[in-house]
């Protein structure tokens, strides 16, 4: 295998021609002060001179996310290290695909033509970018985008709940069960996750920011990469309640989703502007 065994002509079922043999990806990297990056492509490329993301062909073996921030460090400089990604849009054309991953810059970053592919890059408000000539593709993907934009997945997980909901023998350790979750939801942070129970449904996966609320003898589990551990010196929903208010408040545009069989509970975060699913939901995503 070669750094370009990716790169090639595919038509797809719907018959148009992309770039790409295993598909293609692209980095929409969004900063609040300045707008979304943009890139003008060079005149001898496919669908040359019109505006779009870093992006292109992503390689055997590669991951989606890893193709994007592979693409936008060759074409605009930025590295992979200071991007955090938040979603991804997956467009489905048959034997094709082109996944955009959405993505908030770690610091301030500056961005640079760095490859002939390119010949400009430029930092545009959102409520601009349909007045640019777009890549034909982008321009039918940016009104989905858009509504996305900027925004973050609040995972508030009630952990007494998710534990409690497989008979596996947690009562004996309810504090290394709450461990062994707050891990398996640190992977799930990293990783990202697909499912139609989430915003934009099975055509977008998250990245999220987790949550984990725990009560009694699970507290004082220590934090993990990704994953916040909130103790509830009380009531555990009480203390749900509030972290999924308090998500709200800090973000009004993100998407706050709470973890919980309890129908209760479930009407009292919705009440507050959150969502909520059930147990096996997560714990089919988790293993």
């Known amino acids: 295998m070669t750094r370009q065994d990716g790169n090639g002509f595919v038509k797809c079922d719907f018959g148009h021609l992309h770039w790409g043999l295993n598909g293609a990806a692209g980095l929409l990297l969004s900063d609040p002060e300045r707008g979304v990056l943009l890139q003008r492509r060079a005149w001898w490329v496919h669908h040359g001179r019109t505006w779009a993301l870093p992006g292109g062909a992503i390689e055997a073996g590669e991951s989606a996310r890893e193709a994007a921030t592979r693409e936008a460090h060759e074409e605009a400089d930025i590295p992979p290290a200071r991007v955090r990604p938040l979603a991804a849009s997956h467009v489905d054309h048959g034997n094709w695909r082109y996944t955009t991953i959405l993505a908030?810059?770690?610091?301030?970053?500056?961005?640079r033509v760095k490859n002939a592919e390119s010949a400009e890059l430029r930092w545009v408000r959102a409520a601009e970018?349909?007045?640019f000539q777009l890549h034909r593709d982008f321009?039918?993907?940016w009104p989905g985008l858009r509504e996305h934009l900027?925004?973050?997945l609040i995972l508030v997980v009630d952990g007494a709940n998710v534990v409690g909901s497989r008979p596996d023998g947690w009562w004996r350790d309810r504090r290394g069960a709450a461990e062994r979750l707050r891990d398996k939801l640190a992977t799930l942070a990293e990783t990202g996750f697909t499912d139609p129970a989430l915003p934009g449904g099975g055509e977008w996966s998250w990245w999220p920011?987790?949550?984990l609320v725990v009560e009694g003898n699970a507290r004082g589990v220590g934090a993990a990469p990704g994953v916040e551990v909130v103790d509830a010196e009380g009531g555990g929903d009480d203390k749900i309640v509030a972290v999924a208010r308090e998500a709200r408040l800090a973000g009004p545009d993100d998407h706050v989703v709470a973890v919980?069989?309890?129908?209760?509970?479930r009407s009292r975060v919705e009440a507050v502007g959150a969502s909520a699913f059930g147990p096996g939901t997560l714990l089919g995503h988790l293993g």
């Open 104 to 111: 908030a810059p770690i610091g301030r970053l500056s961005a």
């Open 129 to 131: 970018v349909a007045d």
């Open 139 to 141: 321009a039918v993907a």
């Open 150 to 152: 900027d925004r973050r």
């Open 209 to 211: 920011k987790v949550v």
């Open 260 to 265: 919980t069989a309890d129908r209760g509970l």
